[in-house]
């Protein structure tokens, strides 16, 4: 079965200091990886997907298929990051299943 | 519409007793799922739905727990004979079909108490 492993369950950080959200996974073929956050009192949102290879709000995602990891990573952190990140793992399109496998979640906090 | 909406937000009941949430997705999307939150963990899969039909049931989801979509359009999810280990956020979400991407929105949740 798949898994998701998110180390560290709160990650503190200085404005302006990098940011590096770590996520490893483990699964058999090629998964989709996603990062979802959620903001105080907000409902869980969808910040970026590997597939997209895209930058949201300054944040970055590499899928590395060798350390089958997924970290999030933004250069200059801001104080309204501060938020639950939850890296997440759908197994590989054509597979049939369509649930989303999540880590236990990283609380970032940045420190102003 | 406003997204994915949930109902009841908070639900405090008593052990044994029978509980009924509804989510209601976004208008235009055809898959519906339920996952499940507990305190430090993340939203662990329960069920799914495309349509109607419901496609995909986890383990987790034991013969007290019952899923439905009868039109295709809100779903409930019912817990008979609660356990205080059923309190959880109930966290209900909504993707549309089709491309080679998908994202699902998530609704605000049910949080539910067993005492």
């Known amino acids: 079965a798949q898994r998701v492993t998110q180390p560290e369950k709160l990650l503190s950080v200085f404005k302006g200091a990098p940011v590096e959200l770590k996520c490893n996974y483990s699964?058999?073929?090629?998964?989709?990886l996603f990062w979802y956050v959620q903001y105080s009192r907000q409902r869980l949102q969808l910040l970026l997907r590997?597939?997209s290879r895209e930058s949201i709000k300054g944040f970055t995602a590499d899928l590395n298929k060798g350390e089958t990891s997924f970290h999030l990573k933004k250069p200059f952190a801001q104080e309204e990051d501060s938020a639950m990140y939850y890296c997440?793992?759908?197994?590989?399109?054509?597979?049939?299943?369509?649930?989303?496998?999540f880590g236990k979640g990283t609380k970032l906090s940045v420190i102003p | 519409d406003t997204g994915v909406s949930q109902d009841p937000r908070h639900k405090i009941t008593k052990r044994g007793q029978n509980v009924t949430f509804r989510c209601d997705p976004i208008?235009?999307?055809?898959?519906l799922y339920w996952y499940r939150q507990t305190l430090g963990q993340g939203p662990e899969f329960l069920t799914y739905?495309?349509?109607?039909?419901?496609?995909?049931k986890s383990r987790l989801l034991s013969d007290r727990f019952s899923a439905e979509r009868p039109k295709g359009s809100f779903s409930t999810l019912e817990i008979q004979r609660t356990e205080q280990g059923d309190s959880a956020m109930y966290l209900c979400?909504?993707?549309?079909?089709?491309?080679?991407?998908?994202?699902?929105?998530f609704g605000p949740g049910t949080r539910l108490t067993v005492t």
């Open positions: 979400a909504s993707s549309s079909y089709g491309g080679s991407t998908y994202e699902q929105y």
């Open positions: 699964y058999s073929g090629s998964p989709e």
């Open positions: 590997h597939i």
């Open positions: 997440a793992l759908r197994e590989e399109s054509g597979a049939g299943s369509y649930q989303l496998t």
């Open positions: 208008s235009e999307h055809n898959r």
């Open positions: 739905f495309q349509n109607e039909a419901q496609l995909e």
